[in-house]
């Protein structure tokens, strides 16, 4: 789609061809069932055991604390679910500590382990950028807190949070540390030794990689129950045949991305600050959301006062421009995301939200193209709110 200018990598990114080519031979060459005894299984189990390799190299762990998934939201169920009932199992602690600003795929997990499975959450309280702080964390721990999650990076509006230091108190207080990084992988470094957590979630399909597979960084030691009971895969921690050909997907994409890292940073970095200042200088009403440098630098993302973000996004794809919002349009009845409501927007800000998220592909050409139609289009937006109200 050339008539599209793609900015909207935090959604998701296409596949890196290098990926593609690695992953080809896996669907029928080599397509045998890891589990199997005979040859073309162990040619299988051997691609599967090489990609748990490479990510462990990447992530500087052990590969037998590697656990295929099939995304990132797997991840954090595996994560959330899997640990906390290992945990009460253990010693009866049923308290998870988490915040509003989550991905869905943790804080509707750890709704449902309230509503429907007797824990407790406590909704931890952000700052006016979206980011937790350890001393927040620390005050909440007790000896029934079964686990702690805290997101790496913000997929909303970009900011990133203090893993390495939250991991550091829950360790001290003995309490399992679980970060999605599934928005943080393509641009941060993923070393466990030094983030120091507990459990990581990755997603592919945020850094190149194929949809529909992700991992998850179990430490060694930490107590975890199956979530998907069945065969024995995955050291029985996540039953079902593994695919093959996406997990070595994966790992090539995660290779790539650490290999790659400060230089696909370098290249968005200018292009992402190119927006954020003359946004700000141009357009009337408008507030960065998320944190101003503590940030992901592919990552742009505000709130136009009075302005639907949807209408908004509608009238960018018209012109060619496919952004995303944050806020979940409920039919006939828009409310603005819990992340804005996290930050503290105000309703009139929290419904006008813009995420600009650029990639490997992106051009100044494209920035600026899309700079000079943004204030126009924000104009227009409110002029029809105004109309329609
Ligand atoms: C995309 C995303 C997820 C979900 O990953 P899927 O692979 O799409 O299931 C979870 N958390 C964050 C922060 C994300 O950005």
Same mark, same amino acid.
């Given at each position: 789609?050339?008539?599209?200018?793609?900015?909207?990598?935090?959604?998701? &990114?296409?596949?890196?061809?290098?990926? %593609?080519?690695?992953?080809?031979?896996?669907?029928?060459? $080599?397509?045998?069932?890891?589990?199997?005894?005979?040859?073309?299984?162990?040619?299988?189990?051997?691609?599967?055991?090489?990609?748990?390799?490479?990510?462990?190299?990447?992530?500087?762990?052990?590969?037998?604390?590697?656990?295929? &998934?099939?995304?990132?939201?797997?991840?954090?169920?595996?994560?959330?679910?899997?640990? =906390?009932?290992?945990?009460?199992?253990?010693?009866?602690? #049923?308290?998870?500590?988490?915040?509003?600003?989550?991905?869905?795929?943790? @804080?509707?997990?750890?709704?449902?382990?309230?509503?429907?499975?007797?824990?407790?959450?406590?909704? %931890?309280?952000?700052?006016?950028?979206?980011?937790?702080?350890?001393? $927040?964390?620390?005050?909440?721990?007790?000896?029934? $807190?079964?686990?702690?999650?805290?997101?790496?990076?913000?997929?909303?509006?970009?900011?990133?949070?203090?893993?390495?230091?939250?991991?550091?108190?829950?360790?001290?207080?003995?309490?399992?540390?679980?970060?999605?990084?599934?928005?943080?992988?393509?641009?941060?470094?993923?070393?466990?030794?030094?983030?120091?957590?507990?459990?990581?979630?990755?997603?592919?399909?945020?850094?190149?990689?194929?949809?529909?597979?992700?991992?998850?960084?179990?430490?060694?030691?930490?107590?975890?129950?199956?979530?998907?009971?069945?065969?024995?895969?995955?050291?029985?921690?996540?039953?079902? &045949?593994?695919?093959?050909?996406?997990?070595?997907?994966?790992?090539?994409?995660?290779?790539? &991305?650490?290999?790659?890292?400060?230089?696909?940073?370098?290249?968005?970095?200018?292009?992402?600050?190119?927006?954020?200042?003359?946004?700000?200088?141009?357009?009337?009403? @408008?507030?960065?959301?998320?944190?101003?440098?503590?940030?992901?630098?592919?990552?742009?993302?505000?709130?136009?006062? #009075?302005?639907?973000?949807?209408?908004? %996004?509608?009238?960018?794809?018209?012109?060619?421009?496919?952004?995303?919002?944050?806020?979940?349009?409920?039919?006939?009845?828009?409310?603005?995301?819990?992340?804005?409501?996290?930050?503290?927007?105000?309703?009139?800000?929290?419904?006008?939200?813009?995420?600009?998220?650029?990639? =490997?592909? $992106?051009?100044?050409?494209?920035?600026?193209?899309?700079?000079?139609?943004?204030?126009?289009?924000?104009?227009?937006?409110?002029?029809?709110?105004?109309?329609?109200?």
């Amino acid at each position: 789609m050339s008539d599209l200018t793609y900015f909207d990598y935090a959604a998701t &990114t296409p596949v890196d061809p290098r990926v %593609l080519a690695v992953m080809l031979p896996y669907f029928d060459e $080599t397509f045998g069932n890891p589990s199997s005894i005979h040859r073309h299984g162990q040619r299988a189990e051997a691609a599967v055991e090489a990609a748990r390799e490479t990510v462990a190299a990447a992530l500087n762990c052990r590969p037998d604390e590697i656990v295929f &998934t099939s995304c990132g939201s797997e991840s954090d169920n595996l994560a959330l679910r899997g640990e =906390a009932l290992a945990m009460r199992a253990k010693s009866g602690a #049923d308290w998870i500590l988490t915040s509003r600003a989550e991905h869905h795929a943790v @804080s509707k997990t750890a709704e449902q382990l309230e509503k429907y499975f007797g824990f407790k959450v406590e909704w %931890l309280e952000t700052d006016e950028f979206g980011m937790l702080a350890p001393e $927040t964390v620390e005050k909440a721990l007790c000896s029934e $807190t079964a686990l702690v999650s805290v997101m790496y990076a913000n997929n909303e509006i970009g900011t990133l949070n203090p893993i390495a230091e939250i991991a550091a108190i829950c360790r001290a207080h003995g309490v399992p540390f679980h970060s999605d990084a599934v928005q943080a992988a393509a641009y941060l470094p993923v070393d466990i030794q030094t983030l120091n957590v507990d459990l990581l979630s990755l997603g592919a399909h945020k850094f190149y990689g194929p949809k529909g597979v992700g991992a998850l960084y179990v430490r060694k030691g930490t107590a975890i129950l199956p979530v998907q009971t069945g065969g024995g895969q995955e050291s029985g921690r996540r039953a079902g &045949t593994q695919n093959v050909p996406y997990i070595v997907g994966f790992a090539e994409a995660l290779r790539l &991305t650490v290999a790659e890292r400060d230089q696909r940073a370098a290249h968005a970095r200018p292009l992402r600050d190119q927006i954020i200042g003359r946004v700000l200088e141009e357009i009337p009403e @408008s507030r960065l959301t998320g944190h101003p440098e503590l940030r992901l630098p592919n990552h742009a993302s505000f709130a136009f006062k #009075d302005v639907d973000g949807n209408l908004l %996004l509608t009238l960018l794809d018209a012109a060619g421009f496919a952004c995303s919002s944050g806020s979940a349009c409920k039919t006939g009845n828009p409310e603005p995301s819990e992340v804005m409501a996290a930050i503290g927007l105000e309703r009139e800000w929290g419904l006008g939200s813009l995420r600009i998220t650029l990639g =490997a592909a $992106t051009t100044p050409a494209e920035v600026e193209a899309f700079l000079k139609v943004l204030p126009g289009l924000v104009q227009k937006a409110r002029v029809l709110k105004a109309i329609n109200a």
